[in-house]
């Protein structure tokens, strides 16, 4: 029999605990972090103060991910769509990779967290892709959990581009049109050797996938919770597990 997990959101009530199979982890969630807008609004703050509370929920649930056994967890950080945004909210964006970074590269060190990222360095400022950069070196022997920012990314874009490579070893003859497969295509996409997500995740109520991971989610199980993102906790973070793991995953069969 599988081991059983006893997660309680609180000490008393039988009805608030959650049981996790610790033998049906998903290995990778992706997670669409909305609602720091409409967090910082409902007090009164500005934007960038949503955007600042939710970057310090990024440490609480990889590290809850991390002790679940979770092997990737892709956070979408900043869309391509997300330039068309107030510059000051843009600006106040590209610096939070900085400040997190900063505060916490020692402690993901020491958890053996890999960081990395999927997106296009293209356009971003080099203040946003140094720490980045300097972490995704720091921490590339590490075999843990895998943080993998989704930064400057859209999946449409990635598709796009992937094509346009395709088409290039076309070509040049290295492939030939009736040849290629899914195999081929995944292998140019930006999270080209990791699984494609088991589980999304996506907080603050809306229901849609919002360009991202557009290949890979498939056959993603999805979990929407209205939570917003800096109030999303590891509480929720577990019921989502749970409901992962109640799910039937087909994949097209029977």
């Not at 599988?2 to 608030?16: H, I, M, P, V, Y």
């Not at 140094?130 to 990314?153: C, D, M, S, V, W």
């Not at 989610?217 to 939570?227: C, I, R």
């Not at 799910?247 to 029977?254: L, S």
Request: charged fraction near 30%; include cysteine.
């Amino acid at each position: 029999m599988k081991e059983r997990l006893n997660l309680w959101f609180g000490k008393t009530k039988q009805a608030d605990r959650v049981d996790i199979t610790s033998g049906k982890i998903p290995k990778h969630v992706a997670v669409i972090m909305d609602g720091n807008g409409r967090w910082a609004r409902k007090r009164g703050l500005p934007r960038v103060a949503g955007h600042h509370q939710g970057m310090k929920n990024v440490k609480q649930i990889t590290m809850t991910a991390n002790d679940l056994g979770i092997e990737i967890l892709t956070l979408y950080a900043f869309s391509t769509e997300n330039w068309k945004r107030p510059k000051d909210e843009v600006d106040f964006l590209m610096k939070l990779p900085q400040e997190f970074l900063g505060l916490e590269i020692e402690e993901l060190i020491k958890n053996n967290v890999q960081i990395r990222m999927m997106g296009s360095r293209e356009g971003l400022p080099e203040h946003a892709l140094r720490p980045i950069e300097e972490g995704i070196e720091r921490t590339k022997n590490n075999t843990g959990l895998i943080l993998n920012f989704a930064l400057n990314y859209g999946g449409r874009k990635e598709l796009l581009y992937a094509a346009k490579q395709l088409c290039e070893s076309v070509s040049r003859g290295e492939l030939k049109p009736e040849e290629l497969t899914e195999e081929h295509m995944e292998a140019v996409l930006q999270s080209s050797g990791l699984p494609d997500p088991d589980l999304l995740i996506r907080t603050s109520g809306e229901l849609r996938v919002s360009n991202f991971m557009l290949w890979q989610m498939a056959y993603t199980e999805m979990w929407f919770t209205d939570a917003l993102w800096p109030e999303f906790t590891k509480e929720h973070f577990y019921e989502a597990i749970a409901g992962y793991q109640q799910r039937a995953r087909r994949f097209g069969g029977i």
